[in-house]
Structure formats: C-alpha cells, structure tokens
C-alpha cells in the first residue's frame, strides 16, 4: 500500500506493535525524516503539470522536484504530482501552504506528499502558481519538464490556440516579463549597470555611456519581454503583432513558467 521496502514495513509493523494505521504513519514520519536528512542534497529532477478549468479562466502549475531522473520518471510520481496539481486547480488556493490542505481523492496533498516520500525516499520540493484571465491557455514541456499558463484578455477559439502558441513561446525563450513595463527595477539596474561597463571597455566616452546602456537596455526588452519577442514560429514578426493578427487588441495579461533545475 505504501510502497515502501519489506523490511522497512515489517520495522514499522514490529514498532506500532502490529497496528497497521500506526505502521503506516511511522512509515510517513520515516520518509519525512529522509527527506530532512537530505536537505543539503540537490534536486533538479521532477515533474512540471500545467492544468486550466473546463471554462479556460483558472491555470495552476505545480512542480515537485526530486533528486534522481528515476524517481521523476516513474509513473506513480508524475500521478502523484497530477494529482496534487488537480488540486490545487479544484481549491485555487492563494499559497502554497493553503494548497497543503487540499483536498485529493485520498486526503490531502499533505498526505499525498507524504505518501510519495515514504515511497521513494528523496528529496522533494513542492512550487506553487495560480492565474486567472478572461482565458488561460497551458502548455507542458516534452517530459514534464516545464509547464507554463498564460493569461488572455479575452476568450474565444482562436484566442485559446493562440495562447498555446505563446505558452510554447514562454517555455522556449523564457521572456522575464509581459513587457518592459513589468520588468524588475533591479533587473534594469543591472543591464544599465552592465551596458555602462561594456561601452567603457571599448573605448566610450564617459559622457556617453549611460545613453550608450539605455540603448543596450531597448535591445534587451526586445529580446526578453514576451509581447516584444520575435514570435519562434514566425520570425517577422513579434507576439505582439501575432496576437493582434488573431484578434484585434488581444493580448496577454500575464503568465507563469516554472521549470526543473
């Protein structure tokens, strides 16, 4: 039922004193204890779901990471995570500790969690993001690598294909914003910072590097802001343009990506 070892079920059974429920907790704090026991330990391996609503206006993703490209790839943990991933998508929850709580079909994901660590042992860490949108559109890397929803200003067929198209694009060119206007200050700080250092070693007049940067700055929102991306599928033009072609004024609203590493 656990999927625990032999031996290990038959110490647990011989410390409840043959009270199977008990056994079966033991079993829980058991994994528990290993996993905390591996904490220094890197877990890059795992499994990425994606899921939306059957209306298209909620996306989650969840990842739970793993140490080994075994465990990831075993069928029971890739349910395992579809299942905590169901979920969260059933419940909406806020956070990742609301998401704890949750109901699944056989407790909650705390209890599933628990369940998948007493079975294999490793490291695991559970990440956590919610949408919601006119429509959300999902897209899951080959493998389970990477899941990514994108959010949509408005719904309709055509919006929805689109919005697969861009999830793919997310999950290919890992833009770190919509637009330039979402971008992290510290993240134009440091191109600033960076386009400066660059003009000064080759040569720049000190008065011109700053002007030199923050033109440096317009190359990099063109190249990592989602809407000002050359879309991969059509290169002459960006998602911007591609959306606009789908529908008139479409665009995105927001998106999540999460990925293995």
Do not use: W
């Not at 909620?58 to 905590?84: C, H, M, P, W, Y």
């Not at 709580?101 to 695991?124: C, I, N, P, R």
């Not at 055509?158 to 330039?180: C, H, I, L």
């Amino acid at each position: 039922m656990t999927g625990a070892g032999m031996m290990d079920c038959k110490k647990a059974l011989n410390e409840a004193e043959g009270d199977f429920d008990k056994a079966i907790e033991i079993l829980r704090k058991k994994g528990q204890k290993v996993s905390a026991k591996r904490a220094d330990n890197e877990a890059n391996e795992g499994a990425v779901v994606a899921l939306v609503s059957d209306d298209k206006t909620r996306g989650v993703v969840v990842k739970l990471s793993s140490e080994t490209d075994f465990v990831a790839k075993n069928q029971e943990f890739i349910d395992g995570v579809t299942e905590i991933a169901q979920a969260a998508l059933d419940t909406f929850p806020a956070n990742l500790d609301e998401l704890m709580s949750a109901s699944t079909s056989g407790g909650t994901v705390k209890s599933t969690l628990d369940d998948l660590l007493t079975k294999f042992t490793e490291k695991m860490e559970l990440t956590y993001e919610r949408l919601e949108a006119a429509m959300v559109a999902p897209y899951i890397h080959m493998g389970n690598k990477a899941g990514v929803i994108v959010g949509l200003s408005s719904a309709s067929d055509a919006a929805y294909e689109a919005g697969r198209d861009v999830a793919m694009q997310v999950a290919a060119m890992k833009p770190v914003a919509v637009d330039q206007d979402g971008v992290d200050q510290t993240i134009i700080e440091k191109e600033i910072e960076i386009g400066m250092e660059v003009a000064r070693k080759e040569g720049k007049p000190e008065a011109m590097l700053e002007k030199i940067a923050k033109g440096k700055l317009n190359k990099f929102f063109k190249e990592n802001t989602l809407l000002n991306q050359a879309f991969v599928k059509d290169s002459k033009q960006n998602i911007k343009g591609y959306l606009d072609s789908v529908e008139k004024g479409l665009t995105v609203t927001a998106f999540k990506h999460i990925t293995l590493g």
